[in-house]
């Protein structure tokens, strides 16, 4: 099963993707992780990427697109993939299935993850990021008890640049200008599923696997 999981910056995209690689055996493909990472190496493509990304702006297509297309081209992908922050455009959505085309395979279905602006603006203030295991966790709904890899410490946290309230303005500009114009396109092709993003992590986890389990049994995906 190919999920997507659309949702504004902050709706809790990264922590509901790792929950469906714990329970359905996905990889968490997000984009935003695979640029910190090249960031951290000082790659060329981290290079590139910091500077879109420190003003909140996007990444090119090109760029984000080619890194998606050979980060698929690994066999783990093959279980599936849950796309966590991809696509982020209409251009990025179109390549993203004809890459999946290519492979016989398709999108199953896209998680569209709905939480109000002003929430957004609470939760991205309040978020911390292990250094180490990468999890984003909240200072309020979502505190660090302990790693749920086992790996590390509370002092590992630290607030991404990016969550900084001006760049936070101006993700979420990005988000309403060119990546919102997704939800029109999915619904158009049947394939949203719209589900309230609000609730506590273990709410919003239960009412996408109800949804999953229901798309299962009515289409017989593995
Ligand atoms: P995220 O961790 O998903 O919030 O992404 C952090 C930042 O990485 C975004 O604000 C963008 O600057 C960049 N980014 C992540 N995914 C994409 C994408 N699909 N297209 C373009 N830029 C992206």
Redesign the pocket.
Known sequence: MNLILLAG?GSGK?TQAELLQMQFGMVHL????L?RENIKRKTELGKL?KT??EK????PDST?IDMVRERLMQVDTERGVVF??????IN?ARALDEILQSRGTMIDAVIYLTVREDEIIKRLSGRLVCKDCQLPFHNEHNPFESCPYERCQGEYLYQRD?DKPETVKA?LRVYQNQTAPLIAHYTARDMLIKIDGEGSVTEVSNLIQQALRKLIESQDIA
């Open positions: 910056p990264g997000s984009t935003g992780e640029f990427a879109f990304i909140g702006q996007l990444v984000t966590d922050g991809f696509p982020r455009t990025q990016d993700r």
